[in-house]
C-alpha cells in the first residue's frame, strides 16, 4: 500500500494512528520531506500542483509527536519538533541563531542568517534568507531567491487544499515584504522593500497607458514597489494599500547585474 493512501485512510480515521505500519508511513513521510525527495508543491507546467495528501501527513505528525525540551546550549525549546540537523553534510551555511524544523528543506548552497524556516518549507539551491527573515510552514522558494531581511513569507497547513505561497527562481524579495495567502510570485521578479502581498491586494501593472491588474500572482520579472488607490467607504475616502508594476527587469544571463541595474533603473529600495 502506498504511503498516500495509508495517509489518506488515516486523514478520515485518525483510530487508525495506533497502528505502527500508519505511523511509520506518517514518520517516512516527513523524512522524505526533511529529504527534499517530497514537495508539498511541486511545478506542474506552467502552474504549480499542490500535493494535498502530504500536508495532512504534516498535520498528523503533529499529532503523532509529543512535547520535549530541546536543548541547544545555552538556549531550551519545549516543541513537538525536532531542529534540522547536519548542516555541514547538507552543504548549508546557518548562522546563529538561525533555525530551521524538521521536515523543511534547505538544498546545498543555502544561507540562512538569523532567520526561520517551518516544516514543510522547500527552499531551492543558492538562496539567501536573510536577517530575521521566515519562510512559513509550506512555503516553496525557488533557486537562487534573495529573501531581504524581516521578509514574511506566508505558510499554510489548513485547509489542506490551500495553494503555499510560491516565490519562483531568481526572485528578490525585498526588506519587510510580505507575501501571503498563496500568492506566487514568478520568476525573476523583484519587490521593493515593505510590499505587502495577499490574495485580495491588487497587483496593478501602471507601464502601458493603460492599467493591467493581477490578483495572487506576480508576473515574470516584474518589478513591483508599494502603492495606494484611493476607495469610497460610508465615512469617507481613504487609501488602500496596492502593489504597482513599474516595470520589467531586463532579461540577462548575469542576474545579479540585472537585478542591480532594475534597482537602480526604477529607484526601487531594497530596504
Known sequence: MSFQRVIEEAWENRTLLKEKPVRDAVFETIDRLDKGLLRVA????????????????????????????????PFEYHDKIPLKSGYKEKGVRVVPHALARYGS??????????????????????????????VGSCAQVGKNVHL????????????????????????????????????????????????????????IDVTEKKPVEYRGMVPPRSVVI?????????AGNYQVACALIIGKRKESTNLKTSLNDALREYGVSAG
Do not use: H
Open 42 to 73: 511541486e511545478p506542474s507546467g506552467e502552474d504549480w500542483k499542490v500535493n494535498e495528501w502530504i500536508k495532512k501527513a504534516v498535520i498528523l505528525y503533529f499529532l503523532l509527536r509529543q512535547m520535549e525540551i530541546i536543548e541547544v546550549p
Open 105 to 134: 528543506y534547505l538544498a546545498p548552497g543555502v544561507i540562512m542568517m538569523p532567520s526561520y524556516v517551518n516544516i514543510g518549507a522547500y527552499v531551492d539551491a543558492g538562496t539567501m534568507v536573510d536577517t530575521w527573515a521566515t
Open 148 to 203: 531581504s531581511g524581516g521578509a514574511g513569507i506566508g505558510g499554510v497547513l489548513e485547509p489542506v487544499q490551500a495553494a503555499p505561497v510560491v516565490i519562483e527562481d531568481g526572485c528578490f524579495i525585498g526588506s519587510r515584504s510580505i507575501v501571503v495567502e498563496g500568492v506566487r510570485v514568478c520568476r525573476e521578479a523583484v519587490l521593493g522593500a515593505n510590499v505587502v502581498l495577499t490574495q485580495s491586494t491588487r497587483i
Open 226 to 234: 508599494p502603492g495606494s488607490y484611493t476607495k469610497s467607504f460610508p
